[in-house]
């Protein structure tokens, strides 16, 4: 029902979106575009599934059996199922799969898939905080905006860092939060406790994964600029670096299906000093494709995967 309901905000909001822009124009982008950009830039998400996949080799604990074949295959058939599952199902049958191949306890395959979406939450905030620090046109919003990106920078960096200061966050959270989230919370608390534990005492390993995952980031945003070079706009790179951040974070509210709409609003939005409506709301459909096109690639391996989701619902117990 609450993936229903996403679907319907998405489609209200693009509708809202595309009645008040010039459509026909819209067509005309794409018809104008560049097309070398264009293949160049859709054609980045092979080099950002290969990276992601070698850094889930590099988070596996020694003497583990996972290859690069497979590494790829989780990372393409997680995309399916973020993309139709609610609250990221695929990364929980991720870390669930890893357990049964990788012969992984539970609770440290969870651990792993944790640190792998921190590592992606605070490098996705460290390029927004570099690109808004040096952004030139800062009005009272995008200040707001940059004290809040650096907030959640500096917290998720202490949540990482300290065991005291996420002991004491989890335990603020679960006092405030609805009661029939604290089972979650406390499983979540229990993997963060054993990540911390696991990455911490070997830091050569935990600055090689942090380092991959800042340039792993580093080309999500070099890609959304390359979408704009391919529909013949032009941003200057530094100020992508600040805008494009942020309307994929205004894509992770938990409001809409795959931050679909959302996201589209926010570079309609934040582009605006460097291009119309209609280019915008491109490079939404462009910015679109990125959870399209991996999700494509992993229906092939689909199968195995539902039956390991069927698996996990069946006996939420086994992962532990």
């Known amino acids: 029902?609450?993936?229903?309901?996403?679907?319907?905000?998405?489609?209200i909001i693009l509708a809202i979106i595309y009645t008040k822009i010039d459509f026909p124009g819209l067509i005309q982008v794409f018809k104008n575009c560049d097309g070398w950009w264009m293949a160049i830039s859709l054609g980045m998400v092979v080099p950002l599934t290969l990276f992601t996949a070698w850094?889930?080799?590099?988070?596996?604990?020694?003497?583990?059996?996972?290859?690069?074949?497979?590494?790829?295959?989780?990372?393409?058939?997680?995309s399916v199922l973020n993309m139709v599952l609610p609250s990221k199902m695929g990364d929980i049958a991720k870390a669930y799969f890893m357990k049964q191949r990788g012969h992984l306890d539970g609770t440290l395959s969870l651990?792993?898939?944790?640190?792998?979406?921190?590592?992606?939450?605070?490098?996705?905030?460290?390029?927004?905080?570099?690109?808004?620090l040096l952004y030139p046109h800062k009005d009272?919003?995008?200040?707001?905006?940059?004290?809040?990106?650096?907030l959640g920078l500096v917290t998720g960096l202490f949540l990482l860092s300290s065991r005291k200061f996420a002991h004491l966050f989890f335990l603020v959270v679960q006092k405030f939060a609805p009661k029939k989230l604290h089972s979650k919370l406390e499983k979540l608390q229990m993997s963060w406790g054993e990540m911390h534990e696991y990455f911490w005492r070997d830091k050569n390993q935990l600055l090689k994964i942090t380092g991959t995952s800042i340039f792993i980031w580093f080309l999500h945003l070099l890609q959304?600029?390359?979408?704009?070079?391919?529909?013949?706009?032009?941003?200057?790179?530094?100020?992508?670096?600040a805008l494009s951040p942020l309307a994929i974070l205004a894509g992770l509210l938990p409001l809409t299906f795959a931050g679909i709409g959302t996201r589209d609003a926010a570079l309609i939005i934040f582009y605006k000093p460097y291009f119309d409506a209609p280019t915008a709301a491109a490079?939404?459909?462009?910015?679109?494709?990125?959870?399209?096109?991996?999700?494509?690639g992993g229906l092939p391996f689909l199968g195995q995967y539902l039956a390991t989701v069927r698996d996990l619902q069946q006996q939420p117990r086994r992962f532990r």
């Open 1 to 11: 029902m609450k993936r229903l309901i996403s679907i319907a905000i998405s489609l």
């Open 55 to 78: 850094r889930l080799q590099q988070l596996m604990p020694t003497g583990s059996q996972l290859g690069l074949g497979e590494a790829n295959r989780l990372i393409l058939a997680a």
């Open 111 to 132: 651990s792993l898939v944790v640190f792998e979406k921190a590592c992606d939450l605070l490098s996705l905030l460290l390029w927004c905080v570099f690109g808004l």
């Open 140 to 150: 009272a919003l995008f200040w707001a905006m940059t004290v809040g990106v650096v």
């Open 224 to 241: 959304i600029w390359f979408f704009i070079l391919a529909l013949k706009a032009w941003t200057p790179f530094l100020a992508n670096l």
């Open 283 to 296: 490079l939404g459909l462009l910015c679109t494709s990125r959870y399209v096109l991996p999700a494509i």
